[in-house]
């Protein structure tokens, strides 16, 4: 009894901890075809606008319970190609997949680090979190302000736009005939991004 009596006052307090520490994941989001990135900016001569025609990933973002702080964080990676943006003008298309190196980093990454999810009350709520943006291979972490919402039990909706600018990320603006036309340095990036329920294996549901 003695013995039992002591294995058991070092094993509890170990025990309690590893419980305290644990963060539970409670749900998986997948992210849907209708979501899209819209990006706008302006040149010297005009203003151009950018829109991500159609998203081909399988990206799953997860929701976690972080038992310190009682709150469910959202987490994870969205990466869109390059090449689904338009810009409803074939040579500013072009020149913007060229811009961004399209041939060595195909893809745009948005690492959501971590939203804290509100409660499903019928509300709009707007959350601060971060997110680091890479692009032509530069990261940058980011602050944002997301607006949450959900359509129905089955879906999240986070809404979100930010100031960025090319030389953030090393990143020369564009420049036509022979530097007459110019494109000005920052952009605003407008995310809509929709979330469906999935399946743990990150299936939609």
Known sequence: M??????????????GITT??????????KVSGTSRVVVEGQSNVN???????????DDVLTQRNDNASGKRILEGSINMKVKSF??????????????????????????VVSIALPEKDGKNHKVDGEAEITLAGETRLMDFTWEVSYPNSKKIRLSGNREIRFSQFNI??????????????????????????????GTSM
Request: charge should be negative; include cysteine.
């Open 2 to 15: 003695i013995k039992s009596s002591f294995f058991l006052a070092i094993l509890l307090p170990l025990i």
């Open 20 to 29: 305290g520490n644990m963060e539970d994941v409670e749900a998986k989001w």
């Open 47 to 57: 203003e151009f606008k950018c829109v991500t025609i159609r998203y081909e990933g």
């Open 86 to 111: 338009d810009c409803e003008n074939r040579i500013m298309t072009r020149d913007l997949r060229e811009t961004l190196k399209e041939d060595a980093y195909p893809e745009i990454t948005v690492d």
């Open 172 to 201: 020369e603006p564009p420049t036509k005939m022979m530097g007459m036309i110019r494109v000005k340095d920052t952009l605003m990036v407008d995310f809509d991004l929709v979330l469906d329920i999935a399946d743990p294996n």
